[in-house]
């Protein structure tokens, strides 16, 4: 089966060549179903004073206990060995983990059961260390309000919630006991950053298949690292394919993780600094990220990944992320919106759709400064971008790449040192890197411009390259001359001035979709 085949297989979701004028009716119409709800947001609902009417009041269980680490079969095999290397530094060479089992605990209550403060120690009233990893279990909850909890980055610690987690008015952090703060990270060589086994594990939060985190006006700093299952800083992840299925002695154990409900939460007000990532997810679903600020994290600020869905990621403060995209949703992110969020002086690009992210509504986001274009989409499908101001960034205000059905209206594209928008087909066969079964992707693209405007980009207003499809009309084209268009659209700048103000402007190149 040919690239083209399997992208379109993943569109229609296999049901044959009879689907394709129906997907072409029905991913638009979903679309704007999904502006219009947008729209209707009552935002009170998603407020700090809201998460923290959530948290429990009463504490109670007494089923918390000591378990040997690789008894814990609901956790990665992967983390456990990654976390080896920090068990043997310290000296533990029998790794047990903390697992809440049963009921509703705090830090304080956690402290008073566990009584050992080599494990887990009570610094002063609000603040607790824990020498040991933190399991919470599918019928326990973990309560963590107006305190403090640090991870000890010596002692190959993380928190990881199978249940519900609550983190209100706290402060989660990596601890380095004897520097008294989070820990300095490795300086490694760009090329290093992202390969697993290079870096010393360091603390983090992972919410797991079947569990839920409320977290509101809290920090989260110094955690994450490059692991192989969700070690990033804080994470919603589930740790199996729904799809696949499994032969093996824990094949009962992996069906029952495979039934249960994908991670899930809302992250409100909290403040993100210095994590590997701010935040990552897979196979998450209806995760709440709104009014967080991320900033100086080390690879991305956000980025939900593999089949995540129905995520709002809205209003946050989105801020120099050290090494790729401020916003990056990639690989079948799907119904998902990303709005009125301020997206400045990323290495990469401010707001980024990647790798067959189908339905997305971009709107209301200012994003400005990047290192790279304003706003990308790349082999994603169906897309609305709206009432968007890019400007000022390195590369393009938008950069539509092998995508097709992208909607693009009211948007200022403002002073960027490329176009103000590009769209390209690129055949991506010479990236070796590149799993083409994976991540198929069609040679074809489409951006339709309407009610634009475009101010003193660089090279030009707008271009097309690699003949994709382009329409224009009521778009305002101010400092834009001489070089109003480039590529494609070059030698039919007085038409499309003519036509843009009417009926408007339509090439159809022949990688159109």
């Avoid at 008015?169 to 520097?179: A, L, P």
């Amino acid at each position: 089966m040919g690239y083209c085949a399997l992208f379109l297989k993943r569109l229609t979701g296999g049901l044959g060549l009879l689907l394709p004028m129906i997907v072409q009716a029905e991913n638009p119409a979903r679309l704007n179903k999904m502006l219009a709800s947008y729209h209707k947001i009552n935002w009170r609902q998603y407020t700090v004073k809201a998460v923290r009417h959530k948290v429990p009041e009463k504490f109670h269980g007494n089923d918390v206990i000591l378990m040997p680490a690789e008894n814990i079969y609901l956790l990665p095999v992967s983390n456990l060995l990654e976390m080896r290397a920090a068990w043997r530094k310290a000296g533990i060479f029998n790794p047990q983990a903390i697992v809440i089992a049963n009921g509703v605990y705090d830090l304080a209550k956690l402290a008073r059961l566990i009584d050992d403060p080599n494990v887990f120690k009570r610094i002063d009233a609000h603040t607790f260390i824990s020498y040991r990893p933190i399991v919470v279990f599918p019928t326990a909850s973990l309560v963590i309000r107006n305190q403090t909890l640090r991870l000890s980055l010596r002692h190959g610690t993380f928190l990881a919630s199978f249940g519900r987690l609550f983190i209100v008015d706290s402060t989660v952090t990596s601890w380095d006991h004897k520097r008294g703060n989070p820990g300095p990270r490795e300086k490694l060589p760009e090329t290093q950053l992202l390969k697993t086994g290079v870096q010393f594990p360091r603390p983090y939060i992972t919410i797991r298949a079947g569990g839920k985190i409320y977290a509101a006006n809290s920090a989260f700093q110094g955690l994450g690292y490059k692991g192989k299952s969700s070690t990033f800083g804080m994470s919603m992840a589930s740790q199996f394919d729904r799809k696949a299925a499994y032969i093996s002695p824990l094949s009962g154990l992996k069906h029952s993780l495979h039934a249960s409900a994908l991670p899930t939460g809302w992250l409100i007000g909290n403040h993100f600094e210095d994590n590997f990532f701010g935040f990552y997810s897979r196979l998450a679903s209806d995760a709440v990220i709104v009014g967080n600020a991320y900033h100086n994290n080390v690879i991305y600020n956000i980025d939900p990944h593999d089949d995540s869905r129905r995520l709002l990621i809205a209003r946050n403060y989105v801020v120099n992320a050290g090494h790729a995209h401020g916003i990056i949703i990639s690989r079948r992110v799907d119904d998902s919106v990303i709005g009125e969020n301020l997206t400045l002086g990323n290495v990469g690009s401010g707001i980024m759709t990647d790798r067959s992210s189908f339905r997305t509504l971009i709107t209301g986001n200012i994003t400005m400064a990047n290192h790279g274009n304003g706003i990308g989409l790349s082999e994603s499908d169906y897309a609305i971008v709206q009432a968007n101001t890019a400007a000022y960034n390195w590369g393009n205000g938008i950069f539509i790449r092998n995508s097709c059905n992208i909607s693009l209206r009211d948007n200022a594209f403002i002073h960027n040192s490329k176009y103000g928008g590009e769209v390209a087909t690129i055949s991506l066969a010479y990236d070796k890197s590149r799993d083409l079964i994976a991540d198929p992707y069609h040679l074809a693209a489409e951006g339709a411009f309407t009610a634009n405007t475009f101010d003193n980009n660089y090279l030009a207003a707008a271009a097309a390259k690699g003949s994709p499809e382009v329409f224009m009309q009521k778009n305002r084209f101010i400092n834009s001359a001489p070089r109003y268009f480039s590529g494609d659209l070059e030698p039919f700048t007085h038409q499309i001035l003519q036509e843009n103000q009417s009926a408007g402007f339509h090439f159809k190149g022949e990688h159109g979709c």
